[in-house]
């Protein structure tokens, strides 16, 4: 009995020095690809902006000013970088905004980035709750959660950028004004339920029904029906616009597979 608990002993030391060779090339491929990841972001942004004003919406955009379309541009380029360096941070840019209260000097600063990342306190908390902040290399189960929280981290930044990108649009005057921010941000969460067949990446194209306003009850006349397009960015485009991206998924998702098998052996050894 003692030889088979010293020899499980042995295979979890093993496994666990896989582990963590696996988590340490990880970290590296995860630097690498948020790095790419953050540039091509930043492209996909522009062409997504300006497929939507030259494209979807000429007329509004021509119609502001030269002043306008540079201001537009600029606020563009600047949510561009600011995705970019959340994206350097990892998952770490869900614990940068702080959250501490108590501290009254610092709540103006915390309501200001709040309200400018357009992050969710709750939903920050509760992801965090109980989750590595960097994987910790003996454990496959810590360095699955701490991908997860990778892959959450990313998704929210992507989220972030196309609400605000089209909230930018809207105060603007280019995208119709009759959809609100919030209806917007669910069309930007969604997975696509009443979208049609997408003309450019990074943009989601819609069908909306909106109810005419002074309808008579007599009348038969039917709802208005309005295309709407918007920026909507998701990784798994940006992975496929990118060559050199869409190589670094692969051999992310490669050693996540032998993660996800060691792990199951593990579980069995433990």
Not at 131 to 153: D, F, G, K, R, T
Request: negative net charge.
């Amino acid at each position: 009995m003692a030889k088979a608990i010293q020899q499980i002993e042995k295979e979890l030391e093993a496994l666990e020095e896989q582990v963590s060779a696996i988590a340490q090339n990880l970290e590296k491929l995860y630097q690498e690809y948020v790095e790419i990841l953050g540039t091509t972001l930043q492209q996909q942004l522009i062409f997504s902006v300006y497929q939507i004003c030259t494209h979807e919406y000429p007329q509004a955009f021509l119609e502001l000013s030269l002043s306008q379309q540079q201001a537009l541009q600029k606020k563009m380029r600047e949510l561009g970088k600011e995705a970019q360096e959340h994206l350097k941070l990892g998952g770490e840019v869900l614990q940068s905004i702080a959250w501490e209260e108590s501290e009254e000097e610092e709540t103006s600063d915390r309501e200001e980035e709040t309200e400018e990342t357009n992050f969710n306190p709750n939903s920050i908390k509760e992801l965090l709750n109980n989750q590595p902040s960097e994987p910790e290399e003996n454990s496959p189960e810590n360095v699955i959660a701490w991908l997860n929280l990778q892959a959450e981290a990313i998704t929210m930044i992507l989220e972030n950028v196309s609400s605000n990108a089209n909230e930018i649009l809207r105060q603007a005057g280019i995208l119709p004004q009759e959809f609100p921010k919030e209806m917007l941000d669910a069309a930007v969460r969604s997975e696509g339920a009443g979208s049609i067949s997408n003309r450019a990446p990074g943009v989601l194209h819609l069908m909306l029904e909106l109810e005419r306003k002074n309808k008579s009850k007599k009348s038969d006349e039917e709802n208005e029906v309005i295309q709407l397009a918007i920026v909507r960015l998701r990784v798994a485009e940006l992975d496929f616009s990118a060559p050199n991206l869409n190589r670094k998924r692969r051999e992310i998702r490669t050693l996540e597979q032998q993660l996800h098998q060691l792990d199951e052996q593990y579980q069995k050894l433990e």
